[in-house]
């Protein structure tokens, strides 16, 4: 018999048994330490206390040191801090080891080294086996060989030999005070006699069993007439009749109708738009050529009501600038008049003034006659008789147009097609204009709305490989222009941040001091 486990390994085993002596050697015991740590099977170790470890040549041992260089370290030892001074300490050092080493013996072999049988530890060694001619594989064997773990699935195993701590909920049963008090009340009840009520409700329907519902066949089906789900009179609506439509609505009975408004689209425009043949992955020379060229007027376009932006915003030359004289004559234009363009500024005009106040003043001496003498009897008879004449004519020549205009039905006809033929013109210019203006988009708001640029590569960014392809656009920028294009919403801009207080610079004294 030969040991597998080597002296190395005895020496190991020894070394981890007598572990707990060691540590308490010299020290003070503890109870705590005595119960945490196992008993060592070795003996011969002997315990001393502290003041026999302290004893040595003169009270003093190697590494001590002065009592009086030697400091006092307070503090709570119930506290957190306590524990960390404490767990740094050389004592502290060695129970933190020898706990790591039981933890490492008991996921290792399931308990501790100096604890285990010799069945654990050691084995008989019979020599090399000798090794058999090598064999085709049966399949079988290639069978059995398929099944074995992967050496990655083995790495990923648990190889802990601690048990898994027990699931205390697993074997807990619900409602188990209940349950143990209705075992409790039943027994209870079998000795006075009485049966439960879930057995006393199973007999009465022994007794009296319920008709069975049998489920619904195809001739149930021929017999329900049909009826359209959304016709009006549907029976579905026929409970509805006769009720208010204000009470249907509140309760949810009736939905509430929408106006005729909201089924009608704000725009004909489609809602996606195809792209233009040139703008496609390998599109031919002349739809990319096609494409180019309305992004060119496009761009041209842009640029010029940037450069006429620019002149009118642009100050006049030096010859065309304002002096005091021109600056004066457009302030007095239109204060002065000139009689038939050849008056001059300074002429007076006050006696043209005059000559008008003295007209207005003196009014027309007929007029005053008028006002002032009486008109006789013979005067108003005749002033009467004209107006009754007048009268009289009017009517005559009324009542001569419309017997004439008998004459003229053909050409009143005639007027009045030619005048619905205009109004039908109209009419059908206003549909045409409106069904052309549809596909446009309105003015929603105070911004007009803008195309997007098109989206176009140039002949030397366009890509041989899908791989290498360049995307461009935007599929929410594309989404939101849409939305804007069909009248959905409005043109909108981003908004402009605006700060609330003013950037104060402050030099730092540092900064300063290097300066």
């Not at 009897?377 to 005749?382: G, I, L, Y």
């Amino acid at each position: 018999m030969a040991a597998a486990g080597s002296t190395s390994r005895e020496r190991l085993g020894e070394r981890r048994a007598h572990a707990p002596n060691r540590i308490l050697e010299g020290r003070r015991q503890s109870s705590s330490f005595n119960k945490m740590a196992p008993e060592g099977n070795g003996g011969g170790a002997r315990q001393c206390s502290k003041k026999d470890a302290d004893s040595g040549f003169l009270g003093l041992r190697p590494t001590s040191v002065d009592p009086a260089l030697r400091r006092r370290r307070r503090g709570p030892r119930n506290k957190k801090r306590g524990w960390r001074r404490l767990a740094e300490e050389p004592l502290g050092l060695e129970v933190d080891q020898f706990l790591e080493d039981v933890r490492l013996q008991e996921r290792a072999i399931g308990g501790l080294l100096s604890e285990a049988p010799n069945e654990k530890l050691f084995f008989v060694d019979t020599g090399s086996k000798e090794k058999e001619p090598s064999r085709k594989r049966t399949k079988v064997q290639k069978k059995l060989l398929l099944q074995k773990p992967l050496r990655v699935d083995l790495i990923l195993e648990n190889t802990s030999k601690v048990p898994a701590p027990k699931d205390v909920l697993a074997h807990q049963v619900p409602n188990a005070k209940k349950l143990r008090r209705k075992e409790q009340l039943r027994e209870r009840l079998a000795k006075q006699g009485e049966l439960p009520r879930e057995v006393r409700k199973a007999q009465a329907r022994l007794l009296n069993p319920p008709t069975p519902k049998g489920k619904p066949g195809p001739w149930d089906t021929v017999e329900r007439p049909f009826y359209d789900l959304w016709a009006p009179d549907n029976p579905l609506d026929r409970a509805l009749l006769g009720q208010d439509a204000f009470f249907l609505e509140q309760t949810k009975k009736k939905g509430v109708r929408r106006p005729p408004r909201l089924h009608v689209k704000p725009s004909s425009a489609p809602a996606v738009e195809v792209t233009p043949a040139g703008a496609s992955y390998n599109p031919t020379f002349e739809d990319h050529q096609a494409l180019l060229l309305a992004a060119h007027e496009v761009e041209l376009q842009r640029q010029k009501e940037a450069e006429k932006l620019e002149r009118q915003l642009a100050l006049p030359p030096a010859d065309q600038a304002a002096t005091q004289e021109t600056v004066f004559r457009e302030m007095c234009e239109g204060l002065l008049e000139e009689s038939d363009g050849e008056g001059e500024p300074g002429q007076d005009v006050r006696p043209v003034a005059s000559e008008a106040g003295a007209a207005e003043a003196s009014p027309p001496p007929a007029r005053l006659a008028t006002a002032t003498e009486k008109k006789t009897e013979q005067q108003r008879r005749r002033e009467k008789a004209a107006r009754t004449l007048r009268v009289q004519q009017a009517t005559l020549r009324a009542t001569r147009l419309r017997r004439q205009e008998l004459f003229r039905l053909r050409g009143i006809k005639a007027q009045v097609a030619q005048r619905l033929a205009e109004l039908a013109r109209r009419r059908e210019w206003r549909r045409l204009k409106r069904l052309a203006e549809d596909n446009k988009p309105r003015r929603l708001g105070r911004l007009k709305y803008q195309a997007p640029d098109i989206d176009v590569q140039l002949s030397s960014e366009r890509s041989d490989s899908l791989r290498t392809l360049k995307p461009e656009g935007n599929i929410l920028r594309d989404r939101f222009k849409s939305f804007q294009r069909r009248n959905m919403i409005e043109p909108r801009e981003r908004a402009k941040f605006k700060r609330k207080y003013k950037v104060k610079l402050v030099e730092k004294r540092a900064f300063r001091e290097i300066q």
